[in-house]
């Protein structure tokens, strides 16, 4: 079914979120299932599109979505239609729940259809969310709040659907501001550091270890190229 998330370990195991039976799988470099994670925990829910000024059920399934590695190879996925985010350990073992499931809010115990995670070597935690809500909230390694940032708008700083967050060669945060057509860099206390406007939809986005930073663009079925000053 359809693809949301590929990452790689750093033992060369890949994994794979997608919308259809087992949604989270994990594979051998060769391509062979090693396991599938998540069985017990990962749901079918209904989820909506809130992207109008009325939530449209669009369909019943598994809605697994944000697909992140960590520094130390837990398995991390945003769960759109329960307002969660999961941590795996590198075994497959749920270790950390986020967010209150079946409950969206925008406080800090909550959230509104979380879109990615994006993990630093000091073991804070970002999360875009994301569909519902129009912030990036930063974690300790432990979960607590720290901050948050960001309201729905078109201005520097502002968001409509923060879609990817992923950490730079600098230590910077890109990340795709989908809906607004443009990606925006912030560091991790949340000042914005740059802008790069005139995209379109760009919903992925890695940040690769030669500094070049890649998006991809679904609807325009392409993959982009960008230097660190998004060039």
């Known amino acids: 079914d359809r693809v949301v998330g590929v990452a790689v370990d750093s033992r060369g195991l890949i994994y794979v979120a997608h919308r259809g039976e087992h949604p989270l799988l994990c594979l051998h470099p060769d ?25 449209i059920p669009i369909a019943t399934r598994y809605w697994v979505h944000g697909l992140h590695i960590d520094p130390w190879d837990n398995v ?28 969206s809010g925008c406080d800090q115990q909550h959230f509104g259809q979380p879109t990615h995670v994006c993990v630093v070597p000091t073991g804070e935690i970002f ?50 501001d989908r809906e607004n057509d443009r990606v925006q860099v912030f560091d991790q206390q949340g ?18 270890p030669d500094g070049l930073i890649y998006g991809s663009a679904g609807m325009d079925n392409a993959v982009i190229r960008f230097d660190r000053h998004g060039k």
Not at 89 to 102: R, Y
């Open 191 to 208: 000042k914005l550091r740059a802008t790069w406007p005139g995209l379109h939809s760009v919903d992925g986005l890695y940040a690769a």
């Open 31 to 55: 391509g062979t299932l090693c396991r599938e994670i998540g069985a017990e925990v990962l749901k079918k829910t209904t989820a909506y599109d809130l992207r109008g000024p009325v939530p």
């Open 127 to 176: 999360v875009t969310d994301g569909y519902g809500n129009s912030r990036i909230v930063k974690l300790s390694a432990t979960g607590k709040y720290l901050l948050e940032w960001g309201i729905r708008g078109t201005a520097p700083g502002e968001f409509h659907t923060p879609h990817v967050i992923t950490l730079g060669q600098d230590g910077l945060l890109y990340m795709t």
């Open 76 to 103: 991390w996925v945003t769960d759109v239609g329960r307002h969660l985010v999961f941590k795996f350990d590198p075994k497959g073992k749920l270790v950390m729940t986020l967010g209150i499931d079946g409950e």
